[in-house]
């Protein structure tokens, strides 16, 4: 289980592919650890995921590493939470928070 910041205010550091919000993310907490956030294209759906994967990353890799490794990895996610916890400032692209949830694996 990992010591994740719920109901906080997370600063979004870079993002990539943007439709509606930010789907694939590092951003980082007050105490200064980075987080990847993917919330990846659903091709069955043919939308994006109600999903969202959430990792505690590195904090020398750069963000060009991250997201290849994001797209690139087969690993379980640390916690999964539904795209219904997830909450974006009014710009989308400057805070992200999770909403805490008895939901998936994610407490």
């Not at 789907?23 to 200064?32: N, R, T």
């Not at 659903?42 to 963000?63: C, F, G, I, Q, T």
């Amino acid at each position: 289980m990992i010591n994740f910041p719920f109901d906080q205010w997370l600063r979004i550091d870079i993002y990539r592919d943007f439709y509606d919000n930010p789907h694939l993310i590092v951003a980082s907490d007050c105490d200064g650890r980075r987080w990847l956030l993917d919330n990846p294209f659903d091709d069955e759906r043919d939308d994006y995921s109600e999903l969202m994967s959430v990792n505690p990353v590195d904090d020398k890799a750069s963000h060009g590493e991250l997201f290849a490794n994001a797209i690139s990895s087969k690993q379980a996610p640390a916690m999964v939470v539904r795209m219904s916890q997830v909450i974006f400032d009014s710009s989308k692209r400057k805070l992200v928070m999770i909403a805490q949830s008895n939901g998936l694996n994610g407490q």
